[in-house]
């Protein structure tokens, strides 16, 4: 079966995707909506670098719901618009069209999103009869599969740890650098990334849905953060870090769960983010280089590196390939399944099926 495909935007995520969506053989890319005024009825090949594909941009939501498409893969960043990419995702699981989105990270696990925000989803795929699924690789496969993977193999599990160790100074998203994560701001600003909450609402979906795969309950979520100094001027290209501001960061979500002792952190969540592989020297370090690290303290103890690398050679674009490739390659799983909110528990195992060259 072929299943027809509306791609919503061509940023970072939306470049990658629109180009899986149209190489992929059981998949049919019918419809392109874009932001900008410029783009609209240009040939989405074309915008994402590849060759024309017959398909016109366009900004008519109307008209692209109107092509009936099994599903909508929406790529839009929501980290500043939530509600907006909410109402978006509602209005197209209403007119019976599947959604898969790596944008309101949250929803990678449902059941972490507080209810009043969840609900018009969740009313939307009831009207719908339609199903959403998010995920990307991080929060995504590298963080809420993979340890699920390795605990499946488990005598007894005492705790997970997930890491991001990577290198952002190819990460070409000015706005998420600087203004949301706080590169190159004064070591004591408040980015949104570290006002209190923040982390554990992005990234608290990821310990919800490992502390369900185990069975367990989290009772807390704590937050600590520490950032340390360029130690000099540094031009990314894209924007420029000066010596003496943000240049390293590292975080922690733990997921605290009560033991019979008392509550402890045993599902912990951390980022290791450097703007040079020189800094922070005596933080984690990767393996070779920027990647993710899953490490399981049981019986067995497992520590999963996990190294990625783009066909131009970049490993942030690799993370952007794989963010698109995790929720692009589960496309006919999503259009399958009951209706409602998805996680990775409700999936099958979703493979590179069709992606062989």
């Known amino acids: 079966m072929t299943y027809r495909v509306v791609q919503w935007s061509t940023g970072n995520v ?58 909508v893969c929406y790529t839009a960043t929501a980290d500043l618009r939530p509600a907006e990419a909410i109402a978006d995702m509602a209005r197209i699981l209403t007119a019976g069209v599947n959604v898969v989105s790596s944008s ?53 599990v005492e705790s997970v740890r997930v890491m991001e160790i990577v290198n952002y100074n190819t990460y070409a998203q000015p706005e998420v650098l600087f203004g949301t994560m706080g590169f190159g701001q004064a070591l004591d600003a408040t980015p949104l990334l570290l006002v209190p909450g923040v982390l554990s609402f992005a990234w608290g979906g990821v310990l919800e849905a490992i502390a369900a795969g185990l069975g367990v309950e989290i009772v807390e979520m704590r937050e600590v953060h520490e950032r340390l100094p360029a130690p000099e001027r540094l031009d990314l290209g894209f924007g420029v870090v000066e010596a003496g501001t943000t240049g390293a960061l590292r975080f922690e979500v733990q997921a605290m769960v009560d033991t019979g002792d008392g509550p402890e952190p045993r599902i912990v969540l951390e980022h290791v983010t450097r703007l040079d592989d020189t800094y922070a020297p005596d933080w984690p370090q990767p393996v070779g280089h920027s990647g993710y690290r899953v490490v399981v303290t049981g019986n067995p103890n497992y520590t999963l590196d996990l190294q990625m690398m783009g066909d131009d050679g970049d490993h942030n674009t690799a993370g952007l390939a794989g963010t698109a490739g995790r929720i692009v390659n ?28």
């Open 14 to 71: 939306g470049t990658h995707a629109t180009r899986l969506i149209a190489g992929h053989p059981d998949l049919e890319l019918v419809g392109l909506w874009v932001h900008s005024a410029d783009k609209v009825g240009r040939d989405a090949g074309e915008l994402v670098g590849i060759e024309p594909l017959g398909v016109a941009a366009t900004d008519d939501v109307d008209a692209l719901l109107a092509l009936r498409p099994d599903c």
């Open 104 to 156: 309101v990270v949250p929803l990678i696990y449902p059941g972490h999103v507080a209810l009043d925000m969840r609900r018009p989803l969740e009313d939307a795929c009831i009207a719908g009869g339609t199903s959403a699924f998010t995920s990307g690789i991080d929060p995504g496969f590298a963080n809420d599969l993979l340890p699920l993977v390795l605990t499946g193999t488990c005598e007894y």
């Open 330 to 357: 589960a496309i006919p799983a999503v259009c399958e399944a009951a209706p409602g909110l998805l996680s990775v528990l409700d999936l099958p195992l979703v493979s590179g099926r069709g992606t062989m060259r």
